[in-house]
């Protein structure tokens, strides 16, 4: 007997990215003007450069957990709230942060330099859209396709997936150990595992 556990899949997606930035921009805008001052670029640089050393752990980088603090600063100003539940919504927040930082983390780290925590949240700058590539294919930020019995979405330009262990008589969450990068799959593994599906 197949048991079919369905579990969910949580994502940042990159409207919820986007909509974080926009909201952290209009606080940092808010802020300036609040000073009776007009809001201009070296201002809020200057207010950034503040929050960052306020922030940073003395290593001049602000990491996941850090820039997380920064956002709790002023929790009412940013009043971000992505889900009904607590549990869901700090998920999603911290996601959500982890893409805010890979979409300006210059030299992969998953840390902000000052320069790129400026940038991150400068509003002339225009986060692009990445997207979803397997077999040649590129896919749009929300698409979902299935690995076995394993659902995955594309967000932020990654591809998730949860982790169940897949046989024929059941289905069982485990954490998941993908490929040799630490959970994550190459391009072959990832063709290689849809070709499995395929072939079922």
């Known amino acids: 007997m197949l048991v079919n556990v369905c579990v969910p899949v949580v994502v940042c997606f990159l409207s919820a990215r986007d909509w974080l930035r926009e909201r952290v921009i209009q606080w940092i805008q808010q802020e300036v003007q609040s000073d009776n001052r007009t809001s201009n670029e070296p201002l809020t640089n200057h207010l950034l450069r503040t929050y ?6 003395g290593d001049s980088e ?26 869901t919504n700090m998920l999603l927040r911290s996601l959500c942060v982890d893409a805010l930082i890979e979409l300006s983390d210059e030299n992969a780290d998953w840390k902000l330099s000052l320069t790129e925590f400026i940038n991150c949240l400068t509003p002339s700058y225009h986060p692009y859209e990445r997207k979803c590539a397997l077999e040649d294919e590129v896919f749009e930020d929300g698409a979902e396709t299935r690995m076995e019995c394993n659902k995955c979405v594309c967000a932020c330009g990654n591809w998730v997936c949860t982790a169940l262990i897949c046989n024929e008589a059941h289905q069982v969450e485990e ?8 959970g994550e799959l190459t391009e072959e593994e990832w063709s290689r595992r849809v070709e499995e599906l395929n072939d079922v």
């Open 175 to 182: 954490d998941f150990k993908g490929g040799a990068e630490g």
């Open 62 to 87: 602000l990491d996941s957990k850090e820039f997380l603090s920064f956002l709790k600063h002023n929790e009412t100003a940013l009043n971000i709230t992505y889900s009904d539940t607590l549990e």
């Open 52 to 57: 960052f050393k306020s922030y940073d752990n």
